[in-house]
């Protein structure tokens, strides 16, 4: 089954860290580029950060970057994405999303998402 | 940065009937845009890449048109899974890939 699964969300201080997970499984992971999006409780989507095929290159939104730190293992067929310093405003149920092999920039398979919640 | 803006927040429309939603861009993002859609509780899905193709398995009841500033995604005859949040995202100039704020389908 074509899929990405994310894992690693939970309860986190403000100021402190978090590591989630995407394991991707029934397709050749290491051809896709991966997004992380996010979606605070009750708005929109908002795009967090991608990184290529083979990790060459990595992006993020500027209310991330300098904090976060995408990453992915294709030998694991696994992403991460390492969250510093993390704020109140970074709740939020965070996506990992393939994108397509030719349209990197959209993401074209989403997993079910995985809660991050920061409090003091 | 781009800024997307949709209208209207929230459509009421009767199943059986259309529903057209707009997509309006700050400036010109050619026909790189994307629409997806969100149920409650669910993952968001796309239904549409390069403001008229349809992703795969997307039924032919959802199309999308427009170019540069100016977006429209129709459904043409609403059935019972269709009422759904809807978002529209530019990818032309990227990152950083906006998304619109969302307008929510609901039933008549």
């Known amino acids: 089954q074509v899929q990405v699964v994310e894992s690693g969300g939970g309860v986190v201080q403000t100021g402190g860290s978090l590591r989630l997970s995407c394991a991707a499984s029934?397709?050749?992971?290491?051809?896709?580029?991966i997004h992380w999006v996010r979606q605070a409780p009750g708005k929109g989507l908002e795009w967090v950060a991608f990184?290529?095929?083979?990790?060459?290159?990595?992006y993020y939104g500027d209310s991330v970057k300098g904090r976060f730190t995408i990453s992915r293992d294709n030998s694991k067929n696994t992403l991460y994405l390492q969250m510093n310093s993390l704020r109140a405003e970074d709740t939020a149920v965070y996506y990992c999303?393939?994108?397509?092999?030719?349209?990197?920039?959209?993401?074209?398979?989403w997993g079910q998402g995985t809660l991050v919640t920061v409090s003091s | 940065e781009i800024v997307m803006t949709q209208s209207p927040a929230t459509l009421s429309v009767s199943p059986g009937e259309r529903a057209t939603l707009s997509c309006r861009a700050s400036?010109?993002?050619?026909?790189?845009l994307a629409w997806y859609q969100q149920k409650p509780g669910q993952a968001p899905r796309l239904l549409i890449h390069g403001a008229s193709t349809r992703a795969t398995g997307i039924p032919a009841r959802f199309s999308g048109s427009g170019s540069g500033t100016e977006f429209t995604l129709t459904i043409s005859s609403l059935q019972s899974e269709d009422f759904a949040v809807y978002y529209c995202?530019?990818?032309?100039?990227?990152?950083?890939?906006?998304f619109g704020q969302g307008t929510k389908v609901e039933i008549k």
């Open positions: 999303a393939r994108s397509g092999i030719t349209i990197f920039a959209v993401a074209t398979l």
């Open positions: 029934g397709f050749a992971f290491s051809s896709y580029g």
């Open positions: 990184i290529r095929s083979d990790g060459s290159n990595k």
């Open positions: 995202q530019q990818y032309n100039n990227w990152p950083p890939g906006t």
């Open positions: 400036q010109s993002v050619s026909s790189s």
